[in-house]
């Protein structure tokens, strides 16, 4: 027991809650006492439920407690969240450090004992400098504190998959002989379940570098894709069968390659913006654009999408019902930041369409919240007016003109769902947009629906409504 190296975790969102939980599965970590105690955990992963209930209140403790957990442990993880800065210098690309920095100031008030601080929430390079400067200034006791950066490449709706078999685990440190053996003390945790291959001991700047770099990358190549569906729509080719071509080639591969209406997440656009920041205050301007347009493609591909729903939908969206299958920002989450349903059901109650938008896991609160981002509380009123949450997928069906398939929900299958019955209920034309490219779009015009994909031309080849430049 005396031996056994304390964890305590700062922050319990969706890296915090699923890193320890498995942490306290594998590595027997001890932590504290109580928190997300209840049945109904407040973040949604296939699988965490499961790993919670078996370690709670054994090795894993949820806690208020900070005091008291920073006290007791060796190892400090700080996992609260750096969003994008709303206002200020910087605003809209900036992260602001707010958290980290109080973690940091918390951290040194309480300790009493040397720590090794783990930098696990995705921060611009140097946050790990800065936690050190401040744990240095405000350290009376004279104890070594080491700031190691070791990001969570972990996948929302995959979490503990990528937890339990992650394809590397990154720790950046000081190289000298106490960032290194801080860094040692770290891999040893994972060790219990991760290959040592598997772990990769780095400097510091590589480290932060690298998470902001692998998140752009894969934001990339959607953003790529996205501009090629865009091709795709006016020249004939399917940009399932581009995609497919491409990522035969060994060299390009085949993962993370399908079209969508435009990526989402808490990740993705956050940090390419702090990746453009940094680019941007070293005055490395053509990088800063580069990484840039990444974002501009993405934000195109929401707006393209509504602009075919409205095109095809004669022109007009005006007091049309509309159901919005799937609101999260991917499948198997709850969560909805940043999602591109959200800019597609605001663009089209703008439009002054009746949206109903029916999500497996997306509570009423956590849309309007989301829906109100970015918007003026004059414009959320008008727009909060037009849209309802429904409780099924035929209560927003019923009556609709149109479905649209925003997130890629198994339940949205057309081998999961009767789509013959959601036709019988909705007003004839029965348009259905698939922005995730689920259904097979054959097999659905031929029930009558009329249909459109991202990245394939319009089913109506006559109609060249869709082509025309704005
Ligand atoms: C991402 C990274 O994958 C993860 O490694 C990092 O730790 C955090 O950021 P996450 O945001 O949870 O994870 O989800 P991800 O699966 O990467 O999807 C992000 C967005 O891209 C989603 O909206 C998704 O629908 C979209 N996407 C993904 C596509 O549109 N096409 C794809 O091929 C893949």
């Known amino acids: ?9 700062l922050g319990a969102g969706y890296v915090g809650g699923p890193t320890c939980a498995v942490l306290a599965l594998k ?15 407040p973040i949604y992963e296939p699988g965490l439920h499961e790993v919670v209930m078996q370690c709670r209140g054994k090795t894993l403790f949820f806690t208020t407690d900070i005091k008291k957990a920073i006290q007791e442990a060796d190892i400090v993880f700080v996992s609260v969240q750096t969003p994008t800065k709303k206002t200020g210098i910087g605003a809209g690309v900036a992260s602001d450090l707010t958290y980290i920095e109080s973690c940091a100031r918390t951290i040194a008030e309480h300790s009493e004992s040397d720590k090794i601080i783990v930098e696990k929430s995705t921060v611009p390079c140097g946050t790990a400098s800065v936690i050190q400067t401040i744990l240095k200034a405000n ?10 950066s070791n990001p969570e490449f972990l996948a929302e ?52 570098l690298s998470k902001l770099a692998a998140n752009a990358m894969l934001a990339q190549r959607v953003s790529s894709v996205n501009a090629l569906s865009a091709l795709c729509e006016v020249t004939g080719a399917n940009v399932s069968e581009v995609t497919r071509a491409c990522g035969m080639d060994q060299r390009i591969g085949k993962h993370f390659l399908q079209a969508s209406l435009g990526f989402g997440g808490s990740c993705f656009q956050k940090d390419i913006q702090s990746l453009v920041y940094i680019s941007q205050s070293l005055h490395l301007n053509e990088v800063a654009d580069y990484w840039r347009q990444v974002m ?23 007091h049309k019902k509309i159901a919005v299958l799937g609101f999260a920002f991917k499948k198997n989450t709850g969560d909805t930041r940043e999602t591109a349903a959200a800019t597609v059901v605001r663009l089209l109650a703008q439009d002054n369409a009746n949206v109903f938008v029916y999500d497996p896991k997306v509570k009423e609160d956590s849309m309007l919240f989301e829906l109100r981002q970015g918007v003026s509380e004059q414009e959320f009123q008008q727009i909060q007016k037009k849209i ?23 339940e949205f299958k057309d081998t999961n769902m009767n789509y013959e019955e959601v036709y019988k209920v909705m ?20 029930i009558g629906f009329q249909v459109e994909v991202i990245g394939s031309a319009s089913s109506q080849k006559h109609d060249t409504r869709f082509y025309k430049e704005e």
Not at 159 to 171: F, G, S
């Open 296 to 318: 501009t493609i993405n934000d195109y591909q929401k707006v393209r999408f509504v602009k075919r729903i409205i095109s095809r939908m004669f022109d007009t969206v005006t």
């Open 139 to 148: 350290n009376p006791k004279g104890l070594k504190y080491q700031v190691l």
């Open 427 to 446: 007003r004839k034309p029965a348009f259905l947009f698939d922005g995730r490219l689920i259904v097979n779009a054959s097999k659905l015009s031929k």
């Open 1 to 9: 027991q005396s031996n056994m190296v304390k964890v305590a975790c």
């Open 388 to 410: 309802t949450h429904s409780k099924s997928v035929l209560e927003a069906c019923s009556g609709a003109d149109a479905v649209v398939i925003c997130t890629e929900w198994d």
């Open 27 to 41: 590595a027997q970590v001890q932590e504290r006492i109580a928190g997300w105690n209840s049945n109904e955990l």
């Open 157 to 208: 709706g995959t979490a503990i998959d990528d937890l339990m078999n992650p394809d590397r685990v990154l720790i950046g440190s000081n190289t000298d002989a106490g960032g290194l053996e801080a860094a040692q003390k770290l891999k040893s945790l994972y060790a219990a379940w991760v290959e040592p291959s598997k772990i990769f001991l780095v400097n510091t700047w590589s480290s932060e």
